[in-house]
């Protein structure tokens, strides 16, 4: 009896996904049939790129997928590229936001990767522009770049006839010298492994998490559940990458301009109104991003 009870509670969500999808727009691009509640997932393969390659060739160089109840279009030619990228930008320049960075909605809006393009992204953009990429500013971060690599260079040269991961060790390099960048000070040892306490071993388990298939993602109304313990896990790792440059922030706040150095872009942030919150959040997204690209 229990059982058919639990049965019937099921009915009313799964009857709801599957009318919603059905009443999908009908002015989307073509694409495979979806199945109901799972939708095209199972079309995704282990390999999505090589698949929706695939469903291209089949269905046209725009496509439109159903992954559970979220819809996906598909841009696989020059054209549609342009289209996405440079005609229609404006209108198509928001990202989807994994549920598992929403663990902290407050801080959502101290992001610009995240947020929609409006004026606080613009005030952002403009706050790295000027703190990170004007002619200025690249001309006055040539001292830490040539810093580092000198310390690269001896590095290696103590390594002689020892085994060394090269792209470990220039990853270290470059994460330094954005960290001297944003806060004067190393955040990765050139001489150590990572592991589980260091930064680098906590951003990419951070990534690997984030990116992790959630279901939540594709059904929203799961998404108070976190029956994968995603949220849980995330919002601890974030707690864990913000602690490595807290009490730098909190140290920079307090002493002010009393230490004789030259400026970095911690001290732009804490010139704005910002708490310290918000700017151990904006630096995590750096953070993250430049990982991402590395």
């Known amino acids: ?13 799964l009857l709801f996904l599957i009318f919603k999808q059905i009443k999908s727009p009908s002015n989307l691009p073509p694409g495979p049939f979806p199945w109901p509640i799972v939708g095209n997932i199972l079309n995704m393969g282990s390999k999505p790129h090589i698949s929706i390659a695939e469903l291209a060739k089949a269905h046209g160089p725009l496509i439109s997928l159903r992954l559970g109840t979220q819809l996906l279009v598909v841009g696989s030619s020059a054209a549609a590229a342009t289209e996405i990228l440079k005609t229609h ?30 004026d606080r992204w613009k005030y952002f953009r403009t706050l790295c522009r000027t703190g990170l990429f004007s002619p200025k500013a690249i001309e006055s971060q040539a001292i ?26 220039v990853f270290a390099t470059v994460f330094n010298i954005l960290s001297n960048i944003y806060l004067s000070k190393d ?38 559940s976190d029956l994968q313990g995603i949220n849980k896990k995330c919002k601890k790792l974030i707690g864990q990458i913000c602690g490595v440059w807290d009490t730098v922030v909190k140290e920079r706040r307090d002493k002010g301009n009393e230490v004789s150095r030259q400026r970095d872009f911690l001290d732009d942030l804490l010139a704005t109104e910002l708490g310290d919150d918000q700017i151990n959040f904006f630096l995590q997204v750096i953070c993250v991003c430049v990982f991402c690209l590395m």
């Open 1 to 13: 009896m229990n059982i058919f009870y639990y049965f019937l509670l099921l009915v009313p969500p």
């Open 89 to 118: 930008d404006r209108l198509l320049s928001a990202r989807f936001v994994p549920h598992a960075i929403t663990v902290y909605p407050d801080r959502m809006h101290f992001t610009m990767v995240w947020q929609d393009c409006n």
């Open 144 to 169: 830490v770049r040539d810093k580092k690599i000198s310390e690269l260079v001896e590095f290696l040269a103590m390594k002689e006839s020892v085994l060394v991961n090269i792209g470990e060790v």
């Open 187 to 224: 955040l990765v040892n050139l001489d150590e492994d990572s592991d589980e306490r260091e930064l680098k071993g906590l951003v990419r388990r951070f990534i690997e998490l984030s990116s992790t298939p959630n279901l939540a993602d594709f059904y929203t109304i799961l998404g108070g």
